[in-house]
C-alpha cells in the first residue's frame, strides 16, 4: 500500500510539475502531425503524471480519485479509434482511408486527413494513459487481508 | 568578396567554432559522471557524482547545442529542456539520497566488496 511522501521539496515540485507534464503531453499529441510524437508518447505522459499524483499524495488526494475516475473511460479509445474507421467506411472508402470521411463541414481531401490522423490518435492517447494507470493499480494497490508468502 | 560579407561569414565560422568548444567541455563533464557512478563505492558518493551531469555537463551540451541553432523556435525547446532538467534533477537526487538515509545506510559505511549498495 503506498502512503504520501512527507518531504517537502518532493511535495511543492511535484505540485509544480504535474500541470507542466500535461500541458507538454498535449503539446507533443498536437504537434505530432508535424514533428516526433503522437497518440502514444501522449498517452504515457498523461498516466504518467497521474501516477506520479498518486505516489507522492497517498491514496487520499485528488489524483487519485481522478486516476479512480478515469478507469471508467476503460473502451473509449477504442471506441473512438473504431468508430473513425467505421465512419470511413460508411462514407465509401476503406477502413480507415480517411478520403472518406463525410463529416459535413470538412470538404477538401487535406482537412480529411488532417482530421481523421488526430482524432485516432486521441483515442491512443486515452487508451494508452488507462492503460499505464490500471497497470499501476493492480501492482500497487492489493488487498492487505491476505496471508504473508 | 566585400567588407560585410567577409564578416559575416567570420561570425558563422565563430559561432559554430564556440558551440563545438562548448559541446565537447560538456562531454568531458558527462564522461567524469558516468566513470563515477560505476566507480565510487557508495549510494551518496554515486548521487554527487550524478549530480553532475546536470549541474556543468547538460549545462554546456544544451548550452553548445542552442547557440549552434541561433535564435530560432529550437533553441527556445532546448532551453526549456534545460530548465526542466535543472528543476527536476535535484528533486530526483535528494529523494533517492533520503530513501537511502531513512532505511538505515550511513556515509562512509560500505565494506569494500563488488555489493552494490
Redesign the interface.
Known sequence: MIQA?D?V??RK?SR??IP?IQLYALYVLFFGQQGPGGGFVCGVMLGTSLILGILVFGPDSQPYRLAQKAMHGDGVGLLIFAGIGGLCLIGGGQYLNYSGLTIPGIDTDVERHYLGILLTQVGVAIDIAVTAISIVFSLAFIDDDRDDP | MTFAELMIEVGRWATVGIAVVMILIGLFFLFVAAVGVLRLPDVFTRSHAVSLTDSLGALFLLGGLAIYQGFTTNSVKILVVLM?LY??NP?IA??TV?SAFRCGLRPGSSDDDDVLV
Do not use: Y
Open positions: 511522501h518531504s521539496i518532493v515540485m509544480v510539475l507542466l | 526542466l528543476l527536476l528533486v535528494h529523494a533520503r
